[in-house]
C-alpha cells in the first residue's frame, strides 16, 4: 500500500506549495472555508437524511448495497458472526466501537450498522460538497486581490497553512472515500489502510469526528 502514502504525500506536498505561492492570508482564509463547510455538513447531515428518506429511496439502497457486499439477506437474517463477513480492516475497527460490541454476534444488526455508517458518510460528503463550495467563495471575497509581493514570512506561513489544510483535506478523503470505495465493489484487498502510515493516520483523525453513531 505504499502507493497510497505516495498519494497522500503528493497531496500536502502540493498544499504546501500553494500555500507558498499564495500567502498566509489567502491560504488562511481557504483553511477555514474548509473547516466551516466540514462543521456544517457535520451539523447538517441528520436533517439531510431526513431529506433523502422523504424525497428518494437512496437509504435502502445502501442497505441493499450492505447486504449484498456482506452477501446476507437483504431482509432479516441471522446465522453466521462477524468473523465470517467481508470487511476490511478499518471498517472492522469503526464497528467495534462504543455499543456496537454489543452486536458481535448477529451479522444482520451490524450490517445495518455498517448501512448506516455509509448513509452517514454519504451525508456527510453531500453537505460537504455544497457548504464548501459556499464557504470557499466566501474566502475569496474576503482574503481580497494580491498586493504586490509577499515577503519571505508570508510565503512560508502560507506553505505552513496550506500544509495543515491538506492534512484536514486527506483526512475527509480517505474517511469518505474509503467506506464508499468498499460500499462500490472495490476489493478489500485494495483497501488495507491498517498497511500504511499516513492514510492510516487521516483514517484515525476521520474517525474521530465521530460521524457515523
Known amino acids: 500500500m505504499l502507493w497510497l502514502d505516495l498519494a497522500v504525500s503528493c497531496l500536502l506536498a502540493w498544499g504546501a506549495v500553494t500555500g507558498y505561492h499564495a500567502g498566509w492570508r489567502k491560504s488562511s482564509y481557504s483553511l477555514g472555508g474548509l ?90 460528503l453531500a453537505g460537504f460538497c455544497l457548504w464548501h463550495g459556499f464557504f470557499h467563495l466566501c474566502g475569496m471575497i474576503f482574503s481580497g ?23 484536514c483535506c486527506a483526512a475527509l478523503l480517505i474517511g469518505t472515500a474509503a467506506p464508499l470505495a468498499w460500499l462500490w465493489g472495490f476489493p478489500s484487498g485494495l483497501l488495507q489502510l491498517e498497511r500504511t502510515l499516513l492514510a492510516h493516520w487521516g483514517w484515525q483523525l476521520f474517525a474521530c469526528l465521530g460521524i457515523w453513531f
Open 145 to 167: 486581490k494580491k498586493s504586490g509581493s509577499l515577503s519571505g514570512p508570508a510565503r512560508w506561513g502560507g506553505a505552513l497553512v496550506g500544509l495543515v489544510r491538506q492534512c
Open 35 to 124: 473547516l466551516c463547510a466540514a462543521a456544517a455538513a457535520f451539523l447538517e447531515r441528520a436533517d439531510l437524511r431526513i431529506f433523502w428518506a422523504g424525497h428518494s429511496p437512496l437509504e435502502e439502497t445502501i442497505a441493499a448495497m450492505v447486504n449484498s457486499r456482506l452477501a446476507l439477506p437483504v431482509s432479516g437474517g441471522g446465522g453466521g458472526v462477524l468473523p465470517g463477513l467481508e470487511l476490511p480492516a478499518f471498517l472492522r475497527e469503526a464497528l467495534y466501537t462504543g455499543t456496537t460490541v454489543a452486536a458481535a454476534g448477529n451479522p444482520q444488526l451490524l450490517a445495518d450498522m455498517l448501512a448506516e455508517m455509509m448513509s452517514c458518510t454519504a451525508a456527510f
